[in-house]
């Protein structure tokens, strides 16, 4: 169904920090963990690939009204040096991903991707030095795609030549940024700033689950027994396809405890070495500069709070969906990647160094409002194989978060014109992923086709929306399902797609749609895919509705509760975890395995593409995937809002699944062994 798309407004990128959370934009079981800080899109965009010393970052603000100058802020940043070949990148991604290309599955490591395509030393140096100079905090990476830069607001503003104010939204929410144009006092290879418009705001959980928490260990949700037996995990741990060798990364949205999957397992009597290591994002010097590095490890997870950072840093639950859901990986490594950029007042550890308590300003940036660095940390570490298990990269991420296509997707993805733009920061960091062979699964949302019905973030805008980075072309957009089952994992009924109307009224929907301006890659063909050029969301789906959630493990040390959750944040680790038997199957097959090469030969690269070929295949499609056929993701205005939601109350329907792929469910639902069966060929 189609609906009539209306004119969204366009608010700065850090409005959208919201539309990032987990279930509220990119798709996970709750929204937003309750930390400062916004992992804002690039404002400041130059479309001028040459030298400049003017960037004008402030028409994102031009729909909101300037207040007040700000103090006491401490910020952080991420520069992006121009690149010696940035569509280079993207299109080698493409190639290695192409079986009919030469590079096909010749994957590259981080310091081969920055020699080829990233920022020469030279420029990647001169600009951290610019930096630094002004007492900045400046950090790099191996691929050198970009620079994290973190520091005070008064030496932001020396460096960037300008002030910082407050902004406030249509709907009331306050921002700070740029109080007019950037101006660099030299020339400088800068293509564009990220994050140079923040949010001060902390904002709270909105957890979409089904039937409550139970303290003591009491058991609610779906076991993983039952998720393993339904959707075919047995049948490829039965054939010794367990995930072992596989590193499998989780790009974390909070905080974690370390007891928390060694409880789960307890509880649930789940076998497997399955193990998650915190990876904390670093960055390193840019060649010969004395600057220091802006991140630091993280504070330690603490019981539910609701005060500042670092005193105060509860899980935010997302992060146990993720490890826990990657856990049906059994014998899997799970790599957790969690940064943190602390509160910067000049003279660190200071007593004067703590947030402003009377504008809630300057707080320490912490998991997902720092994804970037994270990401970047992902891509440095496939250069340390072979090293221990736990520090030799991620064969597989799995980003449980996201924000709609009309608000964050174009300041993170797009030109100045709205335009794709495959040389972005976010872009390239998934090129560069894919180029390495790793293969990313994206949460698609938890909105049906309204990912921009949001309206703490963007304000109601009652147009048809999907999600970003889930609609990215080296990613895997994965959807949400209704999936019945009994004590034994035994389906009780048909699969079918996940919407209100078959959840129960839990204010969700499987989210799916239509790109406004995301190409549409040239492995997303088949039969009944909607006509046109751009790119179409999801590309599978597993477990998604709340109603038959997964239960999940949390607080594990502070009066250890247990939840049922849904959303497509289970959906996506969920899929990285059978991915992760696919790649332990080509590890041990010398024909498949034989077909790579670099550092890990046995990785796939992006697996979107393998679930086109399987859907076109008249004989496995039907073996492997289940065809989702009845359902809708149409959602009320209001569904999965804050409290305080004016939208219209029926807005557009959304759309309907049906036989083959549909912009709801996708392809359908892949079973475990079979999928091994299509991909590897055992």
Known sequence: MKATMKTARRFAAATLIAGLAACSGGGGSHPAPAVPGSPSGPNNTTTSSTLVSTLVPNANLASTTKGAPV???SLAMHVIVHMKDAAGLADYARGANDPSDARYRQWLTATQIGDRFGATPGDYKTVANYFSTYGLRVGGYKARLSL?????QANFERALGTSFVTYTTSNGHTLY????SIHLSQALPVSSIDNAVADPQRFSQQMVRAGGGQNNGGVTGNTPQQIAAAFDFNGAYNDGYTGTGVNLGIIGTGPILAHDLTKFKQIYGWGGSATVTQINGTTHAASDTTFTSPTATPPPTTGPCNGPLPGCNPEDFEAQIDTQQAALAKDANILFYLTYVPKDCGTPGTATCTP???NGLGEPYIGLSEDDTSLQQAIDDNDN??????????????LSYGGSERGYGRFVATNPLGQWDPTALKPAEFAALTAQGVAVFVSSGDAGAQECARPRVNGFIDSLCVSYPSGDPNVMSVGGVTAPVNNAGQ??????AWGQQTGGGTGGASGGGISLFIPRPTWQTGAGLVAGATRLQPDASLLGDPITGAATIVNSDFGMQVFRFGGTSVAAPEMAAMWALVLDACNKSAACKGKGAGPR???????????YRIYNNATQYPQTMYDVTFGNNGVTGCAQ????????????PGYLSGVGYDLVTGVGVPFGRHLITAVVGV
Not at 642 to 647: L, R
């Open 148 to 152: 994290t830069v973190s520091g005070t």
């Open 385 to 398: 194989y072979p090293s221990a298990a736990g520090n030799s990269g991620p064969d597989i991420l799995s």
């Open 491 to 496: 389906l009780m009924g048909p699969i079918t």
């Open 177 to 180: 940024g740029p109080s007019g």
């Open 601 to 611: 030969p046995f990785r796939l690269g992006n697996a979107a593409p393998y679930f």
């Open 356 to 358: 402003n308590p009377a």
């Open 71 to 73: 103090s006491d802020v």
């Open 641 to 652: 809002q804050a409290p305080g939601c004016t939208a219209p109350a029926t807005p557009d």
